[in-house]
């Protein structure tokens, strides 16, 4: 039963006003949003990675000019939404150091590699079209700076996925290496990109909980499936040909049937042991360790400061 507290609460996520800071909130509401709005910040901060490794080989000066731009919004994301998390009671340092020792998740995609320059044309066609499908309605999620940061995302979210497009159809349209390039790519990265949207919704822990605050307004399936409706004519129209024959239009569902994910591989990836888990780690670790000087030199300034103002 619901306290007095909790009903009220609850009156105000029914009516669509948003729950800022300083309100009270239920402790599982609070422990919610940090964990997904941290994952959330984590996979910005981790989605550098794989793209990261292609701006020096891009092909050309204007690529290597968008995918920077693009790679630097990703480190942007991460920052609103630590910002975001850090109204929760919860401070930077500590979600990195959850991130660095394991303790926190970040998404499933970016445990995978890219391995030539279709995947980085895939990924933001892909992975930022599943992002966005996924962040859209975020917009309306009960929690006031959760849902503000995700308005400012959603933006240049869109910029990436359409850069990712574009990329992907110049080699859809190029030779026949670079068309077989850019099949392979959706190949690779079309079951990871499913997964994104995480469990299947009879196997997601979290979904009703959230559903009922309005953390989350979507099941995991019901944006994977608007994922697919919307890819699917994008494939036809870069005339390749679709990652999984289990692809066709279902009249009566108005919806196309798809193939499930492999979702043990989905679950072991997300237990750490994905193709990439290990260098992702160890690079944000690498980085975090590299920059304690900065820390270090920053606090020692501002103590110095803090001193020189009581004197
Ligand atoms: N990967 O009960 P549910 C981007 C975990 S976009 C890893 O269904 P929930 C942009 C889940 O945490 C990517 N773990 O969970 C970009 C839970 O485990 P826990 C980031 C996953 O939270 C593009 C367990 O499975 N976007 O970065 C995944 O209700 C290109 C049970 O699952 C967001 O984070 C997964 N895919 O629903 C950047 C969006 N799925 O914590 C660079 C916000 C599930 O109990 C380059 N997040 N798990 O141990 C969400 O909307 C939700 O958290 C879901 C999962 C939908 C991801």
């Given at each position: 039963d619901m306290s007095d507290q909790e009903r009220e609460f609850q009156d105000k996520i029914d009516a669509d006003i948003k729950i800022e800071p300083r309100d009270w909130m239920p402790d599982d509401y609070r422990a919610t949003l940090i964990r997904q709005m941290g994952q959330h910040a984590h996979s910005e901060i981790v989605g550098q990675l794989p793209e990261g490794n292609w701006i020096t080989r891009a092909p050309t000066l204007e690529r290597k000019a968008i995918l920077l731009a693009k790679v630097q919004d990703e480190a942007g994301h991460g920052l609103y939404l630590y910002s975001a998390a850090e109204?929760?009671?919860?401070?930077r340092d500590e979600l990195t150091e959850m991130l660095l020792d394991g303790r926190m998740k970040y998404s499933s995609?970016?445990?995978?590699?890219?391995?030539?320059?279709a995947d980085i044309g895939a990924v933001g066609w892909l992975v930022d079209g599943a992002a966005i499908m996924n962040q859209v309605p975020l917009?309306?999620?009960?929690?006031g700076p959760y849902s503000r940061a995700m308005i400012r995302i959603c933006k240049e979210e869109s910029f990436h996925q359409r850069q990712g497009y574009d990329a992907i159809r110049k080699m859809a349209e190029g030779t026949v290496a670079q068309k077989k390039m850019a099949q392979d790519a959706l190949n690779r990265l079309w079951y990871p990109s499913l997964m994104m949207f995480g469990p299947s919704d009879k196997d997601s822990v979290h979904s009703a909980q959230s559903m009922a605050w309005k953390i989350k307004i979507n099941t995991n399936d019901e944006l994977r499936q608007k994922f697919v409706d919307q890819t699917v004519p994008q494939i036809e129209y870069l005339d390749l040909d679709l990652?999984?024959?289990?692809?066709?239009?279902?009249a009566q569902r108005g919806h196309y049937d798809y193939t499930d994910p492999n979702w043990s591989e989905f679950f072991d990836v997300i237990k750490g042991n994905g193709p990439c888990n290990v260098d992702r780690l160890a690079a944000r670790n690498k980085a975090w360790d590299d920059g304690a000087w900065v820390r270090d030199g920053l606090m020692a300034n501002a103590r110095k400061k803090a001193a020189a103002k009581m004197a």
């Open positions: 109204t929760l009671g919860v401070t995609i970016f445990n995978y590699p890219t391995l030539n320059w917009q309306r999620t009960s929690y990652p999984d024959e289990g692809i066709t239009w279902n």
